[in-house]
């Protein structure tokens, strides 16, 4: 589905590239989460795969990249647009009207799409994406996690090979997080669509991906099965591919050492180690970061009803 040979991208006015010398391939049906800290290249790699890199960004880019045979750079994002689907991490950022059913038709209208068809797949992604029912609400009253839905579902309409994803549960809810993602594995299943997803929280999207990929300084410097990165049992995304040594802490406001977090019978969490120093802000999700709160506040032993060593 996805050839990258010796890609390497620098952004117009800039002297270091984005990307660098990335080799990589993704095959058909395949879901790929795509990983690293803000600034790795992620988005970047993804607007390469869709065209919008170089051909609306600008600047210059070496190597060569093929999604389902067809050269990206040489076809340019109209030629794309029927073979990938694209959804920004925001989806006010990519709506073009107004209301449901006008947002997911719009792209059909620009391929010249039959009406019949029009209509028959109009039908199918709203049952699809759960949206049946609100075809007719404007996109300003539905929730974040209608809204990316609905941005899917006009990604979906015109029956893309492949499927990019940009961040697409960082303004949402974690119960719309959960369902967005629930929604992406029926996708696969029933499309057999090929899903790369960029995503730093990885907690709630291991257990439904093939592939991690992890991205540093514009290079993939890792690419490995799921197992290896949840074998570290650790949220930090960078995990899977080397244990980085914590800076050393002039003044801890907290340490802790292999706490344990229990409620009756049920340890929340176990053997957490962790010093915040002053002025630090320590931020998490999804991986028991309230239990460990709750245990260095004394808030489990004090009133929470569970006890903590």
Request: with cysteine.
């Amino acid at each position: 589905m996805i050839q990258i040979n010796h890609l390497t991208y620098t952004y117009p006015n800039q002297l270091a590239p984005a990307l660098q010398d990335i080799s990589w391939r993704v095959a058909a049906g395949e879901f790929v989460l795509l990983t690293g800290p803000s600034g790795s290249g992620k988005s970047t790699l993804l607007r390469c795969l869709n065209g919008l890199v170089p051909h609306f960004s600008g600047g210059k880019l070496a190597g060569q990249v093929e999604v389902a045979g067809v050269d990206v750079v040489a076809a340019g994002p109209r030629a794309l647009s029927r073979r990938v689907g694209f959804v920004m991490q925001s989806p006010e950022a990519q709506a073009v009207l107004d209301e449901v059913t006008g947002e997911i038709v719009f792209g059909m209208e620009q391929a010249a799409v039959a009406p019949a068809e029009m209509a028959r797949r109009l039908e199918e992604v709203l049952e699809l994406l759960g949206l049946v029912g609100l075809q007719k609400r404007p996109l300003l009253t539905l929730s974040g996690g209608e809204r990316q839905r609905v941005a899917i579902a006009a990604a979906l309409a015109l029956r893309p090979q492949l499927l990019l994803l940009d961040e697409p549960t960082s303004q949402l809810d974690p119960e719309a997080a959960d369902e967005l993602v629930a929604g992406l594995v029926r996708l696969r299943r029933e499309l057999g669509l090929t899903i790369i997803l960029a995503e730093h929280r990885l907690a709630r999207l291991l257990p439904v991906v093939d592939r991690v990929a992890y991205m540093e300084a514009g290079q993939i410097v890792a690419d490995g099965a799921v197992q290896e990165a949840r074998g570290v049992g650790r949220e930090e995304s960078s995990a899977f591919v080397r244990v980085r040594p914590r800076p050393i802490v002039e003044e801890a406001v907290l340490d802790v050492r292999r706490m344990v977090v229990r409620y009756g019978q049920v340890e929340a969490v176990r053997g957490v180690d962790l010093t915040v120093g002053r002025g630090e802000v320590v931020a998490g999700e999804g991986g028991g970061e309230e239990f460990v709160v709750e245990g260095s506040g004394g808030v489990a032993a004090a009133g929470g009803g569970g006890g903590v060593d």
